[in-house]
């Protein structure tokens, strides 16, 4: 009986150390969009982990208004779609950026449900997503 005691133990405490997984961008698909609102034909992949981190660091600047619905008088100017690894040995979850660059701010519209529409308003951040977005690279 005690054997089977230190077993479930050490089970349990296997467990626990397993669950410290953090989610992490693995890759965006960009693309640009022309003013009718379609496609221009091509589509950025996305995968430099320095690019990644510029990215996601613009990004935890955004102001977000989870409830919001919101509709845009124009199409966005980029559509992005990001990969995100949520759980250790499973698949990536695709979540959908629609970005809206407009000089002074930029604005997004997540399919998250717990972001939804959001303003970037600090000037090097909007300036350093824009061009890593629609960098040629």
Known sequence: MRKFFIGLIVLIAFGAGCNNFEPE???????????????????????????????????????????????????????????IQEEKNMPERLYQYRIWFEGETATLISEKENEGYGRLTDKAQISLLESELLSEE
């Not at 379609?38 to 589509?43: H, I, K, L, Q």
């Not at 995968?47 to 955004?62: H, N, P």
Request: without cysteine.
């Open 25 to 83: 961008l693995t890759r965006i698909d960009v693309q640009k969009m022309t003013e009718e609102g379609m496609n221009d034909g091509e589509e950025q992949i996305i995968a430099s982990k320095e690019r990644l981190i510029k990215i996601q660091k613009s990004l935890e600047e955004v102001k977000w208004s989870p409830k919001t619905k919101a509709e845009m008088s124009r199409k966005e100017d980029v559509l992005a779609t990001f990969f």
